[in-house]
């Protein structure tokens, strides 16, 4: 089970640095979180509203209407309880950077194990065929099929070693760069389960 993101009580404290720098609705509110765990975090609308709502009960954000959304700003009593609490942010600060390594790490982990399951999948496909091939007692087409398959298989193979070096390549300069977008290894992950759906299905 994933660890949370955010200690109890960190994640409001963080929300409120963020509005320091500028007013923002809530999607940005989102985004620009989204943006410092480099896309491997990114809360949802439930997670961020009612801390919203708590800090403006609190009097530390007051909340405008920009045509169609909600505008939140800082308080004078909220850039306060943040000077208080300067030490405590700098702890979460470096939680963060720990957070993006850890979430980066998981990523991998997930890419590698699908990488290992595609890969299974297309030595069980070969078995399959082999014999489903000798079950037939076609030996002749036995031997051609189990030379082309053991063929493919290597050239698959090695597509794949490639495919997994050069993804872990990217991943790595990515996390460098603190911005590994969420819909990127969604993508990853929707077209390995296509390719393992497709080597089932054939």
Do not use: C, W
Not at 119 to 147: N, P
């Amino acid at each position: 089970m994933t660890p949370p993101v955010f200690a109890h009580g960190h994640l409001r404290l963080y929300l409120l640095s963020i509005l320091a720098t500028q007013p923002m609705h809530g999607y940005e509110l989102i985004q620009a979180l989204g943006d410092r765990f480099g896309g491997t975090y990114v809360p949802s609308a439930g997670t961020i509203y009612p801390r919203l709502a708590k800090l403006e009960d609190e009097g530390l954000v007051t909340k405008s209407s920009d045509g169609r959304k909600t505008v939140y700003e800082i308080t004078a009593a909220g850039r306060a309880e943040l000077e208080a609490r300067q030490g405590e942010l700098d702890g979460i600060e470096s939680d963060v950077t720990d957070s993006v390594r850890r979430l980066a790490d998981e990523v991998r982990a997930s890419v590698n194990g699908a990488m290992k399951t595609l890969r299974a999948d297309l030595a069980a496909a070969a078995r399959e065929a082999r014999d489903d091939a000798r079950d037939f007692g076609r030996t002749v087409r036995v031997d051609t099929q189990r030379s082309t398959t053991s063929t493919q298989l290597h050239e698959a193979d090695m597509v794949l070693n490639e495919f997994r070096h050069q993804v872990r390549v990217d991943l790595r300069r990515l996390a460098a760069d603190g911005e590994i977008p969420a819909e990127t290894v969604a993508l990853l992950k929707e077209r390995l389960a296509d390719v393992r759906a497709a080597l089932r299905a054939s």
